[in-house]
């Protein structure tokens, strides 16, 4: 029921680890089920030059931050912003319906990591 890419990001997880000198980090929990992922992000000239993730939850959202961690790299902040969880599920050929909501944890932390990382920026 799972894709390729699914299973090939979630047996062969891409970026996973902490970053302790993260630019931002976002933090997200799913209402769903209650997994949590945490997405590190390191920005040079308005760029994500390295993610990274730590996430508790299923194959799907292990597969998911996986994917998102390489789509954003080398991307300006505004095209990561762009990055939705149909654009994450897409570039792994799918979901099955009723793991769609494990999508919208990467989409999400990666949203609050680049909050986080603007309101660093402020300070
Ligand atoms: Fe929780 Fe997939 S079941 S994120």
Do not use: W
């Amino acid at each position: 029921m799972y894709t390729k890419e699914v299973m090939d990001h979630f047996s062969n997880p891409r970026n996973v680890g902490e970053m302790p000198d993260a630019d931002g980090i976002g933090t997200e929990g799913n209402p769903v089920c209650g997994d949590v992922m945490k997405l590190f992000i390191k920005v040079t000239d308005n760029k994500i030059v390295d993610a990274k993730f730590q996430t508790f939850g299923c194959g799907a959202a292990i597969a998911v931050s996986s994917m998102v961690t390489e789509m954003v790299k080398g991307k300006t902040l505004d095209e990561a912003l762009s990055i939705s969880k149909e654009t994450v599920a897409n570039a792994l050929g799918g979901l099955p319906p009723q793991k769609m909501h494990c999508s919208n944890l990467g989409a999400d932390a990666l949203r609050k990591a680049i909050e986080d990382y603007k309101n660093k920026q402020q300070k």
